[in-house]
């Protein structure tokens, strides 16, 4: 559904004509609300598409720039070590690590390295992800006509329908065999006391 392939019950697998179609023909007043109709209803119903194809996004602009991964991963074990240091004393070949630099002091020196390898090395990518990203999924809500989504609704509702007839159906039912049931069980046997006799009054 999301790339537009025709149903199970087609007899080809291939793109719909008409899964990918402009919002709009003509400009008039009611464009710019049909264009953003149809985009926020693709953004709500394939959003998990839509986080999936970022993430392979994501993935695939990182693999190919190494270096910022090779220098994110020198940053993490800069803080990690920075973290070790706050709560053990460490001493390497009998110099204290630990007490080299003040917290503060390796806080900054730390935050200027993270601050360099961000913009140095991680924004450029960063920019690159953002565009393409955003491109793809802006595009896909744009062209995809929500028609499947009026589709599913109406099945949806002609079985919320066929679920209340089956509901009003087992009430008759249950009231039918609760009216004969108190009917039957209607008649309640009475046993009457003896009486006793009756002494004479003195």
């Known amino acids: 559904m999301f790339i537009g392939v025709n149903p199970v019950g087609s007899a080809s697998y291939c793109l719909s004509s008409e899964a990918f179609t402009p919002p709009i023909k003509r400009l008039d007043k009611s464009s710019s609300q049909k264009v953003k109709s149809r985009v926020s209803l693709n953004l709500s119903f394939f959003l998990t598409n839509y986080v999936l194809l970022a993430s392979v996004v994501g993935i695939t602009v990182a693999l190919m720039h190494p270096k910022m991964l090779f220098y994110l991963a020198i940053v993490y074990l ?11 004393e460490f001493e390497l ?5 630990h007490s080299i ?20 090395h991680c924004l450029k990518p960063t920019i690159i992800f953002l565009v393409i990203s955003a491109g793809l999924i802006l595009s ?5 006509d929500p028609k499947h989504i009026e589709s599913m609704d109406t099945v949806g509702d002609s079985d919320d329908d ?3 007839g089956n509901l009003r159906r087992d009430e008759d039912e249950g009231a039918n065999s609760g009216a004969s049931s108190s009917g039957s069980g209607s008649e309640v046997l009475v046993e009457r006391p003896n009486r006793s006799s009756r002494g004479d009054i003195v």
Do not use: E, M
């Open 78 to 88: 800069l803080w990690a070590c920075h973290s070790f240091l706050l709560k053990n």
């Open 93 to 97: 070949f009998g110099i204290p690590l």
């Open 101 to 120: 630099l003040s917290i503060q002091q390796r806080f900054y020196v730390l935050f200027v390295i993270t601050s360099f390898v961000v913009i140095w």
């Open 140 to 144: 896909h809500a744009f062209l995809r």
């Open 162 to 164: 066929d679920d209340r």
